[in-house]
């Protein structure tokens, strides 16, 4: 069964797209993120782990028109939202895409994915994408942070209510670090960012 969000969203038939920029607009500009991961790499081949309907797929292929770019996701119709010609998208697990492609990308992109993922896997998807790096290269690791704010309490109803996740668990900045220095060790992290329009949007530079 599809969220709540996506039935809705699905509703507006020719002005879905408008409209799932507005809703995701409340909570992360897709433009300050695609500007921060420009300041912070140039890559030739470009893997995003959880890329779901493809928003950020479109803004990475724009910014980086001579770059690669595949979308990964376990979720059924990914990348449909995605408006271009360039990009691929795969429905394959991290884990196994490591195995088939180890070292082929210079930039691993991790965007709102980790709080839906397991905690129990967390450093497993890490993990892969540590392996599907090139040596040097660069991983741009994004999560919602845990903070007692309205705007956090709004994520949460927007994830379990509309997204329809029920088992969401988001991770305090200093989990966000311990998870990070866990599979990349601790001086992995090269530089950070808050992300428009709340602090909630944390971007960590992470160097393979």
């Not at 770059?67 to 429905?91: C, K, N, T, V, W």
């Not at 397991?118 to 942070?145: E, H, T």
């Amino acid at each position: 069964m599809g969220s709540i969000g996506a039935s809705v969203r699905r509703a507006f038939g020719p002005y879905e797209r408008h409209v799932s920029e507005l809703y995701r607009r409340v909570f992360i500009d897709l433009e300050s993120l695609a500007d921060c991961i420009q300041d912070w790499a140039d890559p030739t081949a470009i893997c995003e782990i959880g890329c779901g309907e493809g928003a950020l797929a479109e803004r990475l292929c724009r910014d980086f028109p001579d770059a690669s770019y595949l979308g990964i996701d376990i979720i059924p119709q990914l990348g449909r939202m995605y408006d271009g010609e360039r990009a691929e998208f795969r429905q394959i697990a991290a884990q196994d895409l490591a195995e088939e492609r180890s070292g082929q990308f210079d930039l691993v992109v991790i965007n709102d994915v980790m709080h839906h993922v397991p905690v129990a896997i967390r450093a497993d998807i890490l993990q892969a994408a540590k392996k599907l790096l090139m040596p040097g290269s660069v991983l741009v690791f994004k999560d919602w942070l845990r903070r007692s704010t309205p705007i956090h309490a709004a994520c949460y109803v927007a994830d379990v209510y509309i997204g329809g996740d029920k088992n969401v668990a988001y991770m305090a900045m200093e989990e966000q670090r311990e998870l990070i220095a866990s599979v990349f060790g601790s001086e992995a992290v090269a530089a950070e960012q808050s992300i428009r329009p709340w602090s909630q949007n944390h971007a960590f530079k992470v160097v393979r």
